[in-house]
């Protein structure tokens, strides 16, 4: 069975510096897809990014990018250039071969103005 | 292209009750996925439908049940009402499942309180 581990509940950007969100997971499978969605107090899960676990390049997608570490079974999160708007909770993600979603508990990000 | 629509948005319901939930997944997506969110558990899976065909199981009790009809569209049961049950129920929906490179897209979810 597969877990995903984010231990950080919560952390805290000043608008326009950058931060890291963490997750680890752990899987026996070595075809799988992790993701990032931010759930925004609408509640409705949007998908910022994925990385495919046998690309070695990471995924970036405008201000949000990756560290996959497969090796450590590692994939952060960097935002950069914070926005009032990135405010909301992020959870990564597991994605393999049975095609269900495995989240981790999340992590609330606040941005400071 | 319309969403994922999940109805109703908010349902109050009393232990013992039970209560259905339905899901109109994106037009054109086959496979819808039921999640449910708690504060203390976060996001369960707690099973997949796919061509009226229920594909994968999570692990919930019984009283938790689910159809999917030949256009897509989807409901989830809930029998015997826990004050456990209490979350936020989220339904995702994909082209196809089995299919790790999909992208599931969720829908605003129900938020379930049992009083």
């Known amino acids: 069975a597969q877990t995903v581990t984010q231990s950080q509940p919560e952390m805290s950007v000043q608008e326009a510096e950058t931060v890291t969100l963490s997750c680890t997971y752990d899987?026996?499978?070595?075809?799988?897809?992790l993701f990032w969605y931010k759930q925004p107090p609408s509640r409705q899960m949007i998908l910022v990014i994925r990385?495919?676990?046998?690309?070695?390049q990471n995924a970036t997608e405008n201000r949000f990018s990756v560290n996959f570490q497969k090796a450590a079974k590692s994939f952060s999160l960097k935002i950069s250039d914070s926005q009032l708007g990135d405010a909301a909770m992020y959870f990564c993600?597991?994605?393999?071969?049975?095609?269900?979603?495995?989240f981790g508990k999340g992590i609330t990000l606040s941005v400071r103005p | 292209k319309a969403g994922v629509t999940q109805t109703p948005r908010y349902l109050i319901k009393t232990r013992g009750q039970q209560v259905t939930l339905s899901c109109s997944p994106i037009?054109?997506?086959?496979?819808v996925s039921w999640y449910q969110q708690t504060p203390g558990q976060g996001l369960q899976f707690l099973f997949e439908?796919?061509?009226?065909?229920?594909?994968n199981k999570g692990n919930f009790p019984g009283r938790f049940s689910g159809r999917q009809f030949s256009n897509s569209r989807s409901e989830m049961n809930v029998s015997t009402l826990e004050l456990g049950d209490s979350a936020l129920y989220l339904c995702?929906?994909?082209?196809?499942?089995?299919?790790?490179?999909?992208?599931?897209?969720f829908g605003q979810g129900t938020r379930l309180t049992v009083v």
């Open positions: 995702a929906s994909s082209p196809e499942p089995g299919q790790a490179n999909t992208e599931a897209f």
């Open positions: 899987t026996s499978e070595s075809d799988y897809y």
């Open positions: 990385q495919e676990a046998y690309k070695q």
């Open positions: 993600a597991f994605r393999g071969a049975n095609s269900k979603l495995t």
């Open positions: 037009s054109g997506h086959r496979s």
């Open positions: 439908y796919f061509s009226e065909t229920q594909r």
